[in-house]
């Protein structure tokens, strides 16, 4: 099988190039194993990946125009020729490697903890089912960024729009029934960039490799602010 | 050119939840905190966990920490020190109180109090009716507390850096850890980080082992780092297998497939697990059944084309009962064998899965080994926590859910005393250029450029021969063979060399670095099993069946000068309670 793979090496390379390896697919083989493959034809090739199942989310590339995780893509499911790129719309380090920092600060900067004022009891804050059941499909973020890497409005604005994996957390937040920072939650999203620059175009929640919506998060968050201020 | 130095009051090594969790306490306490980590912090193997943490909240049963201890103590087959597990029981309520108050999404009961589900091993009045200690936020507690832990942690404004790979710890003449020399991954470049005091959090090393449940960046560094710093490493030879890993892959299959009645069977579709264990069949405790499996696949009865796996069923159960139950596995099967488990069974192999020794502490995580007054001295500036660390409160066999806890309590106690040692010595020891010179050396001697052999080919050869010469069974003539290759495989080490001399991001460089350490562990885990003449716990001896307390209720210590290994005793007596004498281990 081929594969085609992004080199981009900055200590030799004035301009990225595609490189071809030809790997002899096994049945069931996923394309981080073939991406291993390529690394033991050249040890010079250089990408990120550590669990193998879906749950750390370093080995987000672009496969054939699409972000996905490398270990949860069977190569059965790609169509030749494949094409293996880094995230897009993120500065490239090194071949399949881009650094994450300004996804990272977006991260960090909606407070993603709980926030509390009341003191705390010896035992557990209790939470009903029903309210901890509001928290799924938002807690189970891997930080992999498929999604804001997708977003078209992050690509234009990434210094000033969150991206869709902070806003996700953003509402996983406000959403905790133990939270108690609503209002400061609500008044750091305001203007027109931090959150509102998202228009719906779903790009994150088709990518997104844990079944994730970001769109209806945000879509939660704006509603949210509407009812706050009536 | 002079090597960059960073000075920090307190620098831990691994951000999973040990490191973590010690990072927050410090950080808290207005120290200087650094934490390093190879991977950005929640990329480290605690996000894997899946079942829970263990705690006697009595949510849902009636519970006490005293129980939980005797369980404990009986699951590490008496190898486990009595006044660790202790504290470790008794912490494990506060600890999971304060992590929910972190924010940990907890799954719920009606009433609103954390979910605890039934584990393995767990029992009510001391050996009584089965307990449910295990608190849970659904199948993905280990992401649930290490995300919690590392948000706690921007909250704290802890010192991270990210994507630094530890070399090797910097000790001065008088034995005083110094800190670390580390390598910034993206720019190449050897970083001196001084400390008052260094916490190694760097986790386990199941990919020492060909087929494993671990993460690719589980390479035993910490304790790698240990060893060459003069450290013994402690019951090496107890290696916990998973009987059902997915065959040739790994992934965890949950013994809840065999709980909701799926069976294993051999090549001729018997089903062998009859003839090992009569009553408690494929539900029969972990080391029996992973000892069944290697048996058939010995005798040639394993299926495939190369007769290397048995098969799990649960097709007979029904695609509802399947599906509904069995959701998690059923997303293993279809991403990553392409079959629904409902229709065909599953191919799976025992799988390393957990290291229960590591590097020698104390209750308040401070490395202690032999020195001039006496075998349990403590090494000034250093603690270690987390699954690199033998505390030890898993002895010879680990409990489901008890790793966690043991993270979270001792990465926790590390801070605790940390802040007390920084208090009591607040400067700065000098450190010299000597200091540095073993980790440099050790980086360096990958500059040799020339033809060689391959990282990758060693690294191979070193994981295949761990798996057939230090497996699940385990005997004199096999283990000695293994010793025999390994020693080879060490010598050639020196040829290997590296392609990719670049500075950028040189994950080749890494991975060698890597190597280097898992041949170490590698060894301290062949030459102490080799060593302990019994079996016990996960460590079975087919020339020595029987569990022999009168000479081996003993920890070993291995060390790397000299291949010698020592042991010292257990330390049977709890803090506060009467002490669990040895008794025959049956379920
Ligand atoms: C699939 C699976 C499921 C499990 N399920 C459970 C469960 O349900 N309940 C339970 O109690 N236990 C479970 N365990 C065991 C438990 O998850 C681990 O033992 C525990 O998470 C280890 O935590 P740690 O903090 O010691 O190390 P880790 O989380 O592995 O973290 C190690 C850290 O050290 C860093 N590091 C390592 N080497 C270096 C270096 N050279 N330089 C810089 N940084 C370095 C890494 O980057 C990482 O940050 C499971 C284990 C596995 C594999
Ligand atoms: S829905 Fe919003 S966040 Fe998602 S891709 Fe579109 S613009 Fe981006
Ligand atoms: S929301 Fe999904 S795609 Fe985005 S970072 Fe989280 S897991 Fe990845
Ligand atoms: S390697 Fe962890 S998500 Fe792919």
Same mark, same amino acid.
Not at chain 2, 38 to 51: D, N
């Given at each position: 099988m081929k594969i085609r793979v992004y080199r981009f090496h900055p200590?030799?390379?004035q301009t990225p190039r595609m490189q071809s390896f030809e790997v002899a697919a096994r049945p069931g083989m996923m394309l981080r194993e073939a991406l291993l493959e390529i690394k033991a034809l050249d040890e010079s090739f250089a990408f990120r990946h550590s669990?193998?199942?879906?749950?750390?989310? %370093?080995?987000?590339v672009n496969v054939n125009g699409r972000n996905c995780l490398a270990c949860t893509t069977?190569?059965?499911d790609l169509q030749e020729p494949i094409e293996v790129r880094p995230l897009p719309g993120r500065p490239v380090i090194?071949?399949?490697?881009?650094?994450m920092s300004q996804f990272y600060d977006h991260y960090r900067a909606i407070k993603p903890y709980l926030i509390r004022t009341d003191p705390l009891p010896e035992h557990e804050i209790h939470q009903t089912p029903e309210a901890r059941a509001k928290l799924d499909g938002l807690y189970?973020?891997?930080?992999?960024g498929c999604c804001s890497t997708a977003c078209p409005s992050f690509w234009w604005n990434p210094e000033r729009f969150h991206g869709p994996a902070a806003l996700l957390q953003a509402w996983r937040f406000l959403a905790? %029934?133990?939270?108690?920072a609503t209002d400061e939650r609500l008044d750091a999203l305001e203007?027109?960039?931090?959150?509102?620059?998202?228009?719906?175009?779903m790009n994150c929640v088709e990518v997104c490799p844990k079944g994730l919506n970001p769109t209806q998060a945000i879509g939660n968050i704006k509603e949210l602010m509407l009812s706050q201020a009536l | 050119m002079p090597i960059p130095r960073r000075h920090f009051d307190a620098l831990i090594i691994g951000a999973g939840g040990a490191g973590l969790n010690a990072a927050l306490r410090l950080a808290s306490a207005e120290l200087r905190v650094a934490v390093v980590s =190879?991977?950005? $912090?929640?990329?480290?193997?605690? /996000?894997?966990?899946?079942?829970g943490v263990n705690a006697?909240?009595?949510?849902?049963l009636p519970d006490h920490w005293h129980w939980h201890m005797f369980d404990t103590v009986k699951g590490s087959d008496y190898l486990g020190d009595q006044d660790a597990i202790e504290t470790m029981c008794r912490e494990a309520i506060p600890t999971v109180y304060e992590l929910e108050h972190a924010g940990v999404p907890f799954s719920r009961l009606e009433n609103g109090k954390i979910y605890q589900r039934a584990f393995g091993g767990q029992s009510q009045q001391f050996g009584g009716e089965q307990a449910a200690r295990t608190c849970a936020a659904a199948d993905r507690t280990g992401h649930a507390i290490l995300h919690t832990l590392y948000q706690q942690n921007i909250r704290a404004r802890t010192h991270f850096f990210d994507e630094y790979f530890a070399i090797d710890l910097i000790r001065d003449s008088e034995g005083v850890v110094l800190g670390a020399l580390v390598l910034g991954?993206?720019?190449g470049e050897p970083l001196v980080i001084a400390a008052k005091t260094t916490l190694l959090a760097?986790?386990?090393?199941?990919?020492?082992?060909?087929?494993?449940?671990?993460?690719?960046?589980?390479?035993g560094d910490g304790m790698a780092m240990a060893l060459r710093a003069g450290i013994p490493l402690q019951d090496m030879e107890f290696y916990q297998f998973h $009987?059902?890993? /997915?065959?040739? =892959?790994?992934?965890l299959i949950t013994e809840a497939a065999r709980g909701e009645g799926g069976y294993l069977v051999n090549a001729d579709g018997e089903r062998f697990m009859e003839r090992y264990?009569?009553?408690?069949?494929?539900?029969?405790?972990r080391d029996v059944v992973a000892r069944a499996i290697v048996s058939e696949i010995r005798a040639g009865?394993?299926?495939g084309a190369q007769k290397d796996y048995v098969l799990l069923k649960v097709?007979?159960?029904g695609a509802e009962v399947v599906h509904q139950r069995l959701p998690g596995i059923c997303d293993i099967c279809r991403v990553?064998?392409?079959?629904d488990p409902a229709q065909a069974p599953i191919p799976v192999f025992p799988t390393a899965h957990y290291?229960?020794?590591?590097i020698p502490t104390d209750p308040q995580a401070r490395v202690i080994m032999p020195a001039r007054h006496g075998p349990e001295e403590v090494v000034p500036g250093l603690y270690a926590a987390g699954e690199?660390?033998?505390?030890?409160?898993?002895?010879a066999n680990r409990l489901g859910g008890n790793s966690l806890l043991d993270i979270l309590v001792f990465g926790r106690a590390a801070g605790q005393d940390i802040l007390r040692y920084v208090s009591e010595n607040p400067h700065h020891r000098p450190l010299t250029d000597e200091d540095i010179e073993p980790g440099l050396a050790r980086l360096q001697r990958w500059a040799r450029r020339g033809d060689g052999e391959r990282v990758s080919v060693i690294k191979a050869e070193l994981r295949k021969l761990m798996e057939d010469h230090c497996g699940v069974f385990r005997d004199q003539e096999t283990m000695s063979h293994g010793v025999a290759k390994l020693t080879a495989l060490r010598e050639r080490l020196d040829i290997v060399r590296l392609q990719d001399h670049s500075q950028v991001f040189n994950t080749a460089r890494i991975e060698a670095l890597e190597l280097d350490n898992l041949l170490d562990v590698g060894t301290a885990t062949l030459m102490a099993a080799l060593a302990r003449e019994e079996s016990r716990g996960a460590h079975s001896r087919v020339d020595f069946p029987e569990r022999d307390d009168t000479h081996w209720l003993k920890h070993s210590l291995y060390s790397l000068s000299e291949d010698r290994i020592d042991y010292k005793p257990v330390r049977? =007596?709890?803090?506060?309670v009467d002490s669990f004498p040895p008794k025959p281990r049956v379920y």
């Open positions: 200590e030799r390379d669990c193998g199942e879906g749950v750390c989310g %370093s080995d987000s069977a190569l059965a090194r071949d399949l490697i881009v650094d189970e973020c891997i930080l992999c905790d %029934s133990r939270d108690q203007g027109a960039y931090k959150l509102f620059r998202c228009h719906s175009i | =190879k991977v950005f $912090p929640t990329r480290s193997h605690t /996000v894997a966990a899946q079942g006697a909240l009595a949510n849902v991954i993206e720019d760097t986790g386990g090393y199941g990919q020492v082992f060909r087929t494993n449940t671990n993460a690719f960046i589980n390479t $009987p059902t890993g /997915v065959a040739g =892959k790994g992934m264990a009569p009553s408690a069949r494929d539900l029969a405790s009865r394993g299926c097709d007979h159960l990553f064998l392409g079959i290291a229960m020794g590591g690199c660390a033998c505390v030890s409160v898993h002895g049977t =007596k709890p803090i506060s």
